[in-house]
């Protein structure tokens, strides 16, 4: 299947900096990538839908000026957590469907576990 | 609204069988996955239905009931490392993904 290709891993920030995480889509085009965030033992909340070279479509209840996306080329998307606080420590996950090829399953990066300290 | 039922969590037995059932109310219907997901690792695809009918893929099986909104993901022979939260999503007309809350399924020996 594809690979979406998600970095880092994990990162400990401290409190009041910025983090960037990367989404890649390694072997299709990705127009549409989405961002979740899970707390422990729940299930994914969609954060926004990041569209290629337009603005991302953010969810209810998700700050804009916190979470930036950009979505620069058909293969890589971008969170970036800025002035981070522990409330934002979580599992923070990105997925692609290749939407050349519909009703596709949705491909998902490895994950990157925020911590901020 | 657009919603998805499923069981918060199931326990079962090593080589046993179990079914986890989902519901769904979407704008439009293109299709139902089943994801696994093991703690602290993103979801793993495991199926897809969009005709009614039984999909058979090794020990897992998918069923789906479009006039009823409803589907199923059956486990055989359960191992230890079944035990994981399986999530049921829905493709709506839109083709967003519309999630469920997961079920944690817990193997016990």
């Known amino acids: 299947g594809a690979v979406v290709s998600q970095h880092p891993s994990w990162v400990i920030c401290k409190s009041g900096t910025s983090v960037k995480i990367e989404c890649r889509s390694l072997d299709f085009q990705a127009t549409t990538m989405f961002w979740y965030r899970q707390f422990p033992k729940q299930s994914l909340m969609l954060m926004a839908t990041s569209n290629e070279g337009s603005k991302a479509t953010y969810e209810q209840g998700v700050e804009k000026d916190k979470f930036l996306i950009n979505h620069a080329s058909l293969t890589l998307s971008t969170l970036t957590v800025t002035s981070a606080h522990p409330e934002d420590s979580s599992f923070y996950i990105c997925?692609?469907?290749?939407?050349?090829?519909?009703?596709?399953?949705?491909?998902f990066g490895q994950g990157t576990r925020l911590t901020v300290v | 609204g657009q919603n998805i039922d499923q069981p918060t969590e199931m326990t079962a037995t090593e080589g046993a069988i179990v079914q986890i059932n989902c519901t769904y109310q979407t704008s439009g219907f293109n299709g139902l996955f089943w994801y696994q997901q093991h703690a602290g690792e993103a979801p793993t695809f495991l199926s897809y239905?969009?005709l009614d009918g039984l999909e058979e893929k090794g020990r897992f099986s998918s069923f789906l009931s479009r006039s009823k909104g409803y589907s199923y993901l059956l486990l055989k022979e359960l191992q230890m490392k079944d035990s994981a939260s399986y999530l049921c999503?829905?493709?709506?007309?839109?083709?967003?993904?519309?999630w469920g809350a997961g079920t944690k399924l817990i193997i016990k020996p």
């Open positions: 239905n969009v």
């Open positions: 997925s692609a469907r290749d939407l050349g090829r519909e009703n596709t399953e949705a491909f």
């Open positions: 999503a829905a493709l709506d007309s839109n083709y967003q993904l519309i």
